[in-house]
Nanobody, 124 residues
Framework: VQLQAYGGGLVQAGGSLRLSCAASGHTYNRDIMGWFRQAPGKEREFVAALSRNGGSTTYADSVKGRFTISRDNGMNTVYLQMNSLKPEDTAVYYC??????????????????WGQGTLVTVSS
């Protein structure tokens, strides 16, 4: 059971990045998939979640309208498209998988598997 996040990098404010999370060793199309982030000196926070069938999404207010979470179950991959990036989006981004109910999707403790994180740096 492994999640591998990649796609981070340095981008100017207003730019875009797409993060990917490749899953192996497990059929993740049965899981809720989420993205979290941790900025320097801050606690890890919820960013976005996607339901098992891809029909429902939830976003943190700070990224709503700018970020889009999606999944390709055939590729066992989850994406986070990030547009209109701001310096305050700078953080290490983590993908995670949850076997719990949808009602717990924003809670970090409900996620069973975590990727290693990928750094996103947005310059002003």
């Amino acid at each position: 059971v492994q999640l591998q996040a990649y796609g981070g990098g340095l981008v100017q404010a207003g730019g875009s990045l797409r993060l990917s999370c490749a899953a192996s060793g497990h059929t993740y199309n049965r899981d809720i998939m989420g993205w979290f982030r941790q900025a320097p000196g801050k606690e890890r926070e919820f960013v976005a979640a996607l339901s098992r069938n891809g029909g429902s999404t939830t976003y943190a207010d700070s990224v709503k309208g700018r970020f889009t979470i999606s999944r390709d179950n055939g590729m066992n991959t989850v994406y986070l498209q990030m547009n209109s990036l701001k310096p305050e989006d700078t953080a290490v981004y983590y993908c995670a998988a949850s076997t719990y109910i949808w009602g717990l999707r924003v809670r970090e403790a409900s996620y069973d598997s975590w990727g290693q994180g990928t750094l996103v740096t947005v310059s002003s």
